[in-house]
Nanobody
Framework: QVQLVESGGGSVQAGGSLRLSCVASGRAFNSDAMGWFRRAPGEDREFVAAINPGGTLSYYGSVARGRFTISRDNAKDTVYLQMSSLEPEDTAVYYC???????????????WGQGTQVTVSS
């Protein structure tokens, strides 16, 4: 059974940083693209970042704006999202997802974690 477990969320003041982690299990991690998405209160889920199976390619949504970095450690079956210069508008539940295709489209991702809350105060 494929499982994704996020961690690292929390409350931070504007300008601060957080690093989210997502540990995957259930099938070969290094064969899957990984993505981060987020959903703010009352909003649709939106793309944040994606990384290819080998970790050599990454792609960011406009919300990242040079502030976020996605990375992965295939030896640890873990994908990370380093976030800096956080703003109150970044407050959302952050989800990791895995799929067969490196994409910014959530429909390409097969499995999703439960999400981790990030709250940024001004």
């Amino acid at each position: 059974q494929v499982q994704l477990v996020e961690s690292g969320g929390g409350s931070v003041q504007a300008g601060g940083s957080l690093r989210l982690s997502c540990v995957a299990s259930g099938r070969a991690f290094n064969s899957d693209a990984m993505g981060w998405f987020r959903r703010a209160p009352g909003e649709d889920r939106e793309f944040v970042a994606a990384i290819n199976p080998g970790g050599t390619l990454s792609y960011y949504g406009s919300v990242a704006r040079g502030r976020f970095t996605i990375s992965r450690d295939n030896a640890k079956d873990t994908v990370y999202l380093q976030m800096s210069s956080l703003e109150p508008e970044d407050t959302a539940v952050y989800y990791c997802a895995r799929g067969r295709k490196f994409s910014d489209y959530e429909g390409e991702y097969e499995d999703w974690g439960q999400g981790t809350q990030v709250t940024v105060s001004s």
